[in-house]
T-cell receptor, first 115, second 115 residues
């Protein structure tokens, strides 16, 4: 069965600190997709990244970077030099390679960046 | 600019009422989803639809039904609202997946309170 675990419920950091959000997933499929979404206080989830199971290359986008490790079933998200605007709930999500795009979300990590 | 619009931001309904939550997307997406979001539980899939008049149960369909008469509109129906259905409801849409697993676009959410 699919499962996504985000062990960190809440994290607080001071502005400009780096922070890593952990995500561990479970799946029996060899083909699957991993996602990160951001939910700011306004409530609307915003897509950040998608990674398929055949691509283990790490990705960097500005201050954001993602570390995908199949050996540990983890897909961690790091924010470098955090800013107040990064304060949000972050969700890791998983879908298996079916045609119906069913996505399972983790419980989320609430990040507070303190000025 | 892509858009998923939920008809209400806040709703208060009485126990036993029939409740309709409406969602419209303007991106010609095949997939549409209804999630509920509760603290500590993340997003849980209620129902999804991959085509007009097609629907699939998600993880927590009990007490809910859906309707998709037109491609752009996906309605969530609470047949007889109960207090344990008090929650944030999120609608999302995405392109049909397959080899290219698509990210989902979310609405702003409807916070439903059942009293």
């Amino acid at each position: 069965a699919q499962k996504v675990t985000q062990a960190q419920t809440e994290i607080s950091v001071v502005e400009k600190e780096d922070v890593t959000l952990d995500c561990v997933y479970e799946t029996r499929d060899t083909t699957y997709y991993l996602f990160w979404y951001k939910q700011p206080p306004s409530g609307e989830l915003v897509f950040l990244i998608r990674r398929n199971s055949f691509d283990e290359q790490n990705e960097i986008s500005g201050r954001y970077s993602w570390n995908f490790q199949k050996s540990t079933s983890s897909f961690n998200f790091t924010i470098t030099a955090s800013q107040v605007v990064d304060s949000a709930v972050y969700f890791c999500a998983l879908s298996e390679g079916t045609s119906y795009d069913k996505v399972i979300f983790g419980p989320g990590t609430s990040l507070s960046v303190i000025p | 600019d892509v858009k998923v619009t939920q008809s209400s931001r806040y709703l208060v309904k009485r126990t036993g009422e029939k409740v309709f939550l409406e969602c419209v997307q303007d991106m010609d997406h095949e997939n549409m989803f209804w999630y509920r979001q509760d603290p500590g539980l993340g997003l849980r899939l209620i129902y999804f639809s991959y085509d007009v008049k097609m629907k699939e149960k998600g993880d927590i369909p009990e007490g809910y039904s859906v309707s998709r008469e037109k491609k752009e509109r996906f309605s969530l129906i609470l047949e007889s609202a109960s207090t344990n259905q008090t929650s944030m409801y999120l609608c999302a849409s995405s392109l049909l997946g397959g080899q290219g697993q698509a990210e989902a676009f979310f609405g702003q959410g409807t916070r439903l309170t059942v009293v």
